[in-house]
């Protein structure tokens, strides 16, 4: 009953995720705002690896399903119908009837009848079935395991939807950014054209600075179409139509970045799903081996048949004519003698196939020490960098307005505020960039440490 329930519960979860999903895919005019974790929520849903992995253990479950029912009684029924229109006769000794017929008499005799009708019930049990045991010790097993490749798809859609939601946010960023780069240019680029009519200075000052502000509308135009570029990556990661109107609701926030990181501290390997599932494999291979090692004990089934038949001369089945029953039951042992040594080379192979999962759990510890250091040295190292590129930035902005100042002053020229402008420019650039390289390794360290 347990396995009939666990079959009809998720049956109906995944009935009603791929209802929703089907009526999702004709898009809205409405604008979906979402945060991160409501873009994972939604990806739980409607990405497509996660509801093939749910359909895969909705699979497993059938099949644990198929069998459990090799315990059950099989029961099957038959019935058939003959016509014979020239019966077949065979030649008799009629002395063997009739002493006062000589010897050598042989007559054609015709044995049955014009119309035959049977019908028969067929019943099997097993008993005991060494293969069929080890199956149904198997199931929880293989349920297990079903249930951890759907959440290795969750961990993966996480990740990838994490890091394309914040990239778009930080193109976001950027683009706040260069706005407020684009106004103050603008802002100098007006009144330098002032100061070139009252004949202050020259046109070639005007000129620097209109190749300036043509280089930072073309940054804007990089990074918009860097952002339509992830957003519709993001679209795709989370299973929504790309003719789906969407907006991000959440920001970044450099102290959340920033934050601690205490990879140490409680940490264990079954943290991992990759970990459990290697745990889960080694099991079933536990289990291959022993169903090959009881291949070399008996089975014993039960049978039974119980039927009737009549047969006659003229086709009147459906009246109240005797039919004559039978019943019959036994018992079938199967004992396995000498098999050619398949058996004891499956048996070889199954044992060779459990120690080389040993060796890929000791592998997946050894990637996963790998992965830990990696991600939290490169974690370390992303911060350290963003807080430079942070500072630089802010350095950057203040020699930018003690040039404006100086220039306002008429004792710095235009080529001074071109050269601060297009160095706080490659600050900022800089600075989108580390960034970036933040969110990704704390995304990889979250992953590492099983926190995602």
Known sequence: MQFKWKLIALTGTMVQFLTYASAQQQPTTETARLSAQEAVAYALTHQYAVRNAKLEELYTIARNKEVSGLALPQVSASGTFQDNPIIQKQLIDASNFDPNVPK?????????????????????????????LVALQARRTLEDLARKGVQKSEIDVKTE???????????????????ETTQRIRKTLDETKEIYKNGLV??????????????????????RNLREVG??????????????????????GNNVLKADIQETTGFNYNDRIEYQLMQAQKKTQEYNLKRYRMEALP????????????????????QSQMWYGYVSWGLNLNIPIFSGMQRRRRVDQAMIDL??????????????????????TNLRNNITTLENQE??????????????????????????VITAETQLLEAQNN??????????????????YGKL
């Open 355 to 376: 120690k080389q999962a040993d060796l890929e759990i000791e592998n997946i510890k050894n990637v996963i020490d790998l992965d830990q250091v990696n991600s939290a």
């Open 299 to 318: 089975s014993l089934s039960a049978f039974g048949q119980g039927g009737a038949s009549r047969q006659t001369n003229s086709f009147d089945f459906f």
């Open 161 to 179: 939807v994490y890091k394309a939601y914040y990239n778009v946010v930080a193109a976001d960023k950027a683009l706040a950014i260069l706005d």
């Open 104 to 132: 050598g008499t042989l007559v054609p005799f015709a044995f049955g009848l014009k119309f035959n009708a049977a019908g028969t019930v067929n019943i099997n049990q097993t008993l005991f079935d060494p293969s069929v």
């Open 231 to 252: 957003l519709a990556a993001l679209k795709f990661q989370m299973g929504m139509p790309m003719r789906q109107p969407l907006e991000l609701a959440d920001s970044l």
């Open 202 to 223: 020259e046109k070639l000052d005007v000129d620097r600075l209109v190749v300036q502000y043509n280089n930072i509308q073309s940054e804007v135009v990089r990074i």
């Open 391 to 416: 500072e630089n930035m802010q350095l950057a902005k203040d020699v930018h307005a003690t040039t404006m100042i100086k220039y306002r002053e008429g004792v710095g020229s235009s080529l001074e």
């Open 431 to 448: 600075y989108f960039t580390a960034l970036f390289n933040v969110i990704v390794s704390r995304i990889e360290y979250m992953k590492a």
